[in-house]
């Protein structure tokens, strides 16, 4: 970390302009991001009070942990930078974002990838689903995928910051990214941080390929149940998360390849914005609010905490009236 004394802070000029678009900008960003803050915070808060919700709800609830990591690491200082027209950020919170937004967005990948084995599973092999999928397969498949984000974006951080900023310091991005630390390093020899990046966008294509070939076989599988509502109500459960799956990972690779293999521009910006806020704030909507077992788990929390409120009054009204 030879660097620290060198550069003290970074500029984040990821979304300059004018005074009112920066605010429409940063108004937008709050709205989606309480949004999914609320949308994730109730997953989380319901899988792991209502015990009857196991296997398929194990994998949303660290989903959503992912969701509002990937979100919290960016958004609050994105926003708090437009409002205050103040756009820098000190070196150790550039190099927690540098962390963290890794972090979060393989952990997101891999996470999708063991749900789309899950749902194979459910799909294609029913009667020995409760055999494959128990409840330490996954508990290992989870905290391998936690593990395995967590060391690859340790090595990511150590490659991008045991390399030289002495020169200028203003990122291309609204928040730290790798990439446009690259473009400003004074050292020379990046090769070994590319390599990383390319070699971690053939593992993402790895497991997009996994889901995709998930996917094949379970459309196949769909396609041979005699019930037409049967067919139409598996097709729209499945599509919208081969959607969501789709427009994450190719933001995410356009987002980072782009500006290693060319000059950057605000579509990367965009797509950054897409891949930060649209999968956090979709999934709580695609994978579990339209799911039966969880607005069923939601209405019995919400009857049991208002039994509890009517069970703790209701002595306090009668010894009113009596």
């Given at each position: 970390m030879k660097n620290i004394s060198v550069v003290a802070e970074f500029l984040l000029l990821g979304f300059s302009g004018p005074s009112r678009l920066q605010f429409l900008q940063s108004g937008i960003f709050v709205v989606i991001y309480l949004l999914a803050l609320v949308g994730n915070g109730l997953i989380v808060t319901i899988a792991s009070l209502d015990p009857c919700l196991c296997t398929p709800m194990y994998f949303l609830k660290n989903l959503s942990l992912s969701d509002v990591c990937l979100m919290s690491s960016t958004v609050p200082k994105t926003v708090a930078n437009s409002l205050t027209h103040i756009n820098s950020i000190s070196f150790s919170g550039c190099v927690m974002q540098v962390f963290l937004?890794?972090?979060?967005?393989?952990?997101?990948?891999?996470l999708l990838t063991a749900m789309s084995i899950d749902r194979y599973t459910a799909i294609c092999h029913p009667l020995?689903?409760?055999?494959?999928?128990?409840?330490?397969?996954?508990?290992?498949?989870?905290?391998?995928?936690?593990?395995?984000?967590?060391?690859?974006?340790?090595i990511h951080t150590a490659g991008t910051f045991s390399l030289t900023y002495c020169g200028p310091n203003e990122i291309q991005q609204f928040f730290c990214d790798i990439p446009q630390l690259l473009a400003i390093t004074c050292s020379e020899n990046v090769t070994a941080e590319i390599v990383l990046i390319l070699i971690n966008a053939v593992l993402d294509l790895c497991c997009f390929i996994c889901i995709i070939i998930s996917?094949?076989?379970?459309?196949?599988?769909?396609?041979?149940?005699?019930?037409?509502?049967?067919?139409?109500?598996?097709?729209?459960?499945c599509l919208p998360h081969l959607v969501v799956v789709v427009l994450f990972l190719s933001t995410a690779f356009i987002a980072y390849l782009k500006p290693i293999l060319g000059s950057t521009s605000v579509t990367d910006h965009v797509l950054s914005s897409f891949y930060i806020l649209l999968p956090p704030s979709l999934n709580p909507i695609i994978y579990s609010l339209r799911n039966k077992a969880m607005r069923a788990a939601l209405e019995k929390l919400i009857t049991k905490k208002l039994w509890v409120r009517e069970y703790h009054f209701s002595?306090?009204?009668?010894a009113f009236y009596s």
């Open positions: 937004v890794p972090f979060a967005a393989v952990a997101e990948l891999f020995h689903y409760e055999l494959i999928m128990n409840r330490g397969q996954c508990v290992h498949m989870v905290t391998l995928s936690w593990l395995s984000s967590g060391l690859i974006s340790i996917y094949i076989y379970i459309f196949s599988t769909v396609r041979k149940i005699p019930s037409t509502e049967g067919r139409s109500k598996a097709y729209s459960t002595p306090r009204i009668k």
